[in-house]
């Protein structure tokens, strides 16, 4: 069946480095992909969103990118900060069907 | 309301009991979404509520689940004679609509059935 996984379930990153969280998906017909965020005992939050037709967006020190030949979609977020803290999940979704997949989460832990 | 309000935030249950978990959506918002999320996984849907029309129970692992939403507003998720694999996360999202990116997300009830 179709899925979205990451490739690695824990980054630790200095503070004030840039992180890098990764992602492969398997459905090329998804017609964009989600990044959350989820921190200890709260729902995901939306962090930022990409169209199958980008190659690239950009929010407030995040910015998301698709390779579609490959298949991955990263989320970078510069000068990571403690608050960054938390478990990252992406997603994607077909517009004809309401329902996200869900890739496994990535763990990001950030260092003094 | 501001945000999505589950109820309760935590749940201990002994097996073979039954529970119910409420979730209030923000108002306004049509469409109603339940999942289930186990400890470091991601997010398995149940169960899915837009307006009047007939809710995509697709996702609900077995017939001792179900859910209703009164009023197209609160929805409750039913869970008959508990077992200790039902023990997770449920969250509740609404949206003004279908699309995903609308999705805002509950805190989630903790359900631990011992």
């Known amino acids: 069946g179709e899925s979205v996984g990451l490739h690695l379930p824990t980054l630790s990153v200095q503070e004030g480095d840039n992180s890098i969280i990764n992602c492969a998906y398997s459905n090329s017909a998804s017609d964009y992909f989600i990044w959350y965020k989820q921190e200890s005992g709260k729902g995901p939050q939306f962090i930022i969103d990409i169209r199958s037709n980008m190659d690239k967006r950009q929010g407030q020190r995040v910015t998301v990118l698709l390779n579609k030949t490959v298949k991955h979609l990263s989320l970078q977020i510069a000068a990571t900060q403690p608050g960054d803290s938390a478990v990252y999940f992406c997603a994607e979704v077909n517009d004809s069907n309401y329902q996200l997949i869900w890739g496994a989460g990535t763990k990001l832990i950030i260092k003094p | 309301g501001a945000g999505v309000s589950q109820s309760p935030s935590n749940k201990v249950t002994e097996k073979g009991k039954d529970v119910e978990l409420r979730c209030d959506p923000i108002s306004g918002h049509t469409a109603l979404y339940w999942y289930r999320q186990s400890l470091g996984q991601g997010l398995e849907f149940l169960i899915y509520f837009q307006g009047n029309s007939a809710p995509d129970k697709s996702g609900l692992p077995s017939d001792r689940f179900s859910a209703e939403r009164t009023g197209g507003s609160v929805s409750t998720l039913t869970i008959q004679r508990t077992q200790q694999e039902d023990s997770a996360v449920y969250l509740c999202?609404?949206?003004?609509?279908?699309?995903?990116?609308?999705?805002?997300f509950g805190s989630g009830t903790r359900l631990t059935v011992v």
């Open positions: 999202a609404s949206s003004l609509g279908g699309a995903a990116r609308g999705y805002t």
